[in-house]
């Protein structure tokens, strides 16, 4: 299957802290990528869908300043929370698609104190 | 808006039996369906992938239905082991855009 990672694993942070998670396009180049948020015993939910070259397209209620997401490559996208708080606290998962189906990285837990 | 339910929320069997995980969708307008795996603290694993054309997909021990008219999908899991708990995530795609998913079913497989 197709690989992707992300990094980091695991962060925790201050409040009002920047935190940035990248995600890798490790076997082929993704001009889209997408990210996604789980709380606890939640279900996957969509975030962004990131656009090389060109804005990300956010989903209802996701604050676009809040949430930076930059897909500069076609190897690589980011997200970098901006002045996290407690309640950002989750699992973001970025994931790539190809032939109909998705391949998710291995998340990254972050814990905003 | 496209929802996705799973039924049950979790479940615990002793090893050997076989079982049955459920999800619903509301809107039958799909272009595939997808059952993952989620092990705590890790990401997703991707099981079966369901064509909307296709009624099932089998892999191994794993066998996925298919009815999209009645909007439902099930994931069935012959002689499970303990090595199969995890939490089981079924994923609709609703045409051109990203999966929608269901909240999991968090399966025990006690040995």
């Known amino acids: 299957g197709a690989v992707v990672s992300q990094h980091p694993s695991r962060v925790i942070c201050k409040s009002g802290t920047s935190v940035k998670i990248e995600c890798r396009s490790l076997?082929?180049?993704?001009?889209?990528m997408f990210w996604y948020r789980q709380f606890p015993k939640q279900s996957l939910m969509l975030m962004a869908t990131?656009?090389?070259?060109?804005?990300?397209?956010?989903e209802q209620g996701v604050e676009k300043d809040k949430f930076l997401i930059n897909h500069a490559s076609l190897t690589l996208s980011t997200l970098t929370v901006t002045s996290a708080h407690p309640e950002d606290s989750s699992f973001y998962i970025c994931s790539k698609e190809r032939t109909d189906t998705q391949y998710f990285g291995p998340g990254t837990r972050l814990t905003v104190l | 808006k496209q929802e996705v339910t799973q039924i049950p929320a979790a479940l615990s069997v002793p090893e050997g039996e076989n079982l049955v995980l459920n999800c619903s969708f509301t809107?039958?307008?799909?272009?595939?369906l997808q059952w993952f795996r989620q092990d705590p603290g890790k990401g997703l694993t991707s099981l079966l992938l369901?064509?909307?054309?296709?009624r099932e997909q089998t892999s191994g021990r794993l066998n996925a239905s298919l009815d999209k008219s009645s909007g439902r999908s099930t994931l069935y899991i012959a002689a499970s082991q303990p090595g199969d708990s995890a939490t089981y995530l079924c994923a609709v795609k609703p045409g051109n855009t990203p999966l929608v998913f269901g909240k999991g079913t968090r399966l025990s497989v006690i040995a």
């Open positions: 990131s656009n090389e070259g060109s804005k990300a397209t956010y």
């Open positions: 369901i064509q909307s054309s296709q």
């Open positions: 076997d082929f180049q993704a001009t889209t």
């Open positions: 809107d039958s307008a799909i272009y595939n």
